[in-house]
């Protein structure tokens, strides 16, 4: 456990957040946790918000500070007990606020005969995401009438990235989150018209904060983690890794279904690889990493050794892996003779460097990415 002087370190407070989240099993539980019980008590106020600020950015603020606030009232340390029980009361109203306003949403286009399901955003429960994402198979022009028309919604400045990946983004009075609609496509480029084509279809019930809400299969969520991670942002979020856990030892992934999905989408490796990523990442805290079928290790192209720490998220690495990652997805792409799709995912690499040489000139890729 690190000490109170280099708690301040961000690549220690994952640790941190990390342990919290993902204690071993068995007798060397009580002991892991007596050591981080141990370590928090030391932390200073300033340190305590430093923690909670990269558990935001990590959304797992409900999660780790529910663990908090029991272990520090176990331990009778009520000042830190107050600090955690706070931070939980602020971030429980922000989350309350957005899924009200989710809720609405969904059901007005439902009364408007549009599609919709919630992807990515209720994943973190009872954590939430910074924006709410939703996809339709309806068109454009019916979902951005709906948002200006039904909540005054402003539409959000479009960058390049958004306009290839066929989403919008959409600011609505009271609600501090953006909301981020897919429209027929997904994937960093939109190129992926064969997990939308078949989303809806395989969609389910489930009930969040008293609301019940249409979301992805299992097999959908994780291909689409898959996209966002190790396709597009090639960082990991720790919700990603908390998350995906959960789902994957829930029993509910199918994981034959999966391959045949992910083969077809032309994502396979990347999904495996993902996979395993969140398999050894677990391993490294709870002791024992996630039972995988062998042709999902097999299959996959690097392991969670190539993860590293980085501006606060667990980074993937560009250059070899992500970079081979995508000229399979390429070269699938092409082979199958989806021309159109092909030429959206070519243009990639050269939408990533005007990102980076937008952000060193000017300090922010806005517009681009």
Known sequence: MATRATLCNSSNLMQVLSSLLLPPRGGSRQEAMDGLTRGLRNLSREQFNQLVALAGSNHVVMRALNVIVGLMYQAQDAERAEWAAQALETEGRRIANALGFLKTICAEFESRGHNVAVIKSLDHWPDLGSDLDLYSDSNADNVCRLMHAAFGAKTAPRSWGDRLAHKWNFILPGLPELVEVHVGRLGQTGEQVAIASGLM?????????????????????????????????????????????????????????????????????????????????????????????????????????????????????????????????????????????????????????????????????????
């Open 201 to 369: 279809t395989r969609t389910r019930i489930a009930e969040f904060g008293g609301f019940a809400f249409r979301l992805t299969s299992a097999s959908d969520r994780l291909m689409i983690s898959t996209l966002q991670r190790m396709y597009r942002h090639f960082y990991f979020r720790l919700c990603d890794i908390v998350d995906s856990c959960g789902l994957l030892e829930s029993g509910g992934v199918n994981f034959g279904e999966l391959r045949a999905l992910a083969r077809e989408a032309g994502i396979w490796e990347g999904v495996a690889t993902y996979l395993v990523i969140v398999s050894d990442y677990v391993k490294q805290y709870r002791g024992e990493g996630i039972a995988l079928p062998e042709f999902v290790t097999a299959a996959a192209r690097f392991r969670g050794d190539a993860i590293y720490f980085g501006r606060e998220f667990l980074r993937v690495p560009i250059l070899p892996q992500s970079a081979g990652l995508y000229g399979t997805q390429l070269a699938g792409t092409l082979r199958k003779f989806e021309l159109h799709n092909g030429a959206r995912l070519s243009l990639l690499p050269w939408l990533a460097t005007a990102a980076a040489i937008g952000q060193k000139l000017t300090g922010s890729d806005k517009g681009i990415w």
